[in-house]
């Protein structure tokens, strides 16, 4: 039996979409390939939780109550995270300037609903797994 102190901790993951079923739902399947998974669903919640508990990624939707996804960001970058936190926009926001907004605001990737599993599986393990 491997010791649980060797044993390297998969990464904590918040999904941030003001649509509890599809927030649930990709938390299910993350969970399913071994993340540690939360979810929040208004910008608010988002900041408070990646503040206290300090996820190593979050999928963060744009439209979301309270404030928006974009300021969830730029406060996640300007915060003591700054740049160690991944953050990548899961949006139905995808013409160019949406794309453009969510660079500027500081998210590392922008991807536009519906995005299958597979892809954001595939996207955190190569940038947190390795």
Known sequence: MPNP??????????????????AESLA???????????????????????????????LLDLGLPSIDGLEVARRVRAGPLGRQVLLIAVSG???????????????????VKPVPP???IEMLGARLIG
């Open 5 to 22: 102190t060797t044993v390297p901790a998969m990464p904590r993951v918040l999904v941030v979409d003001d649509n509890v079923d599809a």
């Open 28 to 58: 299910m399947v993350l969970e399913c390939e071994g993340f540690e998974v939360a979810c929040a669903h208004d910008g608010l919640a988002a900041l408070e939780w990646i503040e206290r508990e300090r996820p190593q990624a979050v």
């Open 93 to 111: 926001y995808g013409r160019d300037e949406d794309h453009e907004s969510t660079r500027t605001a500081g998210f590392d990737a922008h991807l």
């Open 118 to 120: 597979d892809r954001i």
